[in-house]
Nanobody, 121 residues
Framework: QVQLVESGGGLVQAGGSLRLSCAAS????????MAWYGQAPGKQRELVAS???????HYADSVKGRFTISRDNAKNTVYLQMNSLKPEDTAVYYC???????????????WGQGTQVTVSS
């Protein structure tokens, strides 16, 4: 079994910062892409940022220059540094990882439970 556990969400004023963390655990042989998605109230879940296993990154236009995604492969952990936060960044943020587990050939996507980020104006 694989688990993704997120932390770091909370309430912050506009212009503030938060750092989200997501740690993967279990029978993990390899983690390919890792990503953060955001789901605002009443909206679909959308990609915020992603990072490959060789540290190539991609960002949604709305967060470019404000958010930074990074990963620590030794800890199977992905981070999202969120700076200059805006009220429209308010959402539940979900971690996603493409993982190959021992005993299986296929890579499968796993999700964390989500962490709430609320930005007040």
């Amino acid at each position: 079994q694989v688990q993704l556990v997120e932390s770091g969400g909370g309430l912050v004023q506009a212009g503030g910062s938060l750092r989200l963390s997501c740690a993967a655990s279990g029978s993990i042989r390899w983690i390919n892409n890792m990503a953060w998605y955001g789901q605002a109230p009443g909206k679909q879940r959308e990609l915020v940022a992603s990072i490959t296993d060789d540290d190539m990154t991609h960002y949604a236009d709305s967060v470019k220059g404000r958010f930074t995604i990074s990963r620590d492969n030794a800890k199977n952990t992905v981070y999202l540094q969120m700076n200059s936060l805006k009220p429209e960044d308010t959402a539940v943020y979900y971690c996603n990882a493409q993982i190959r587990v021992y005993g299986l050939v296929a890579v499968r996507g796993y999700w964390g439970q989500g962490t709430q980020v609320t930005v007040s104006s």
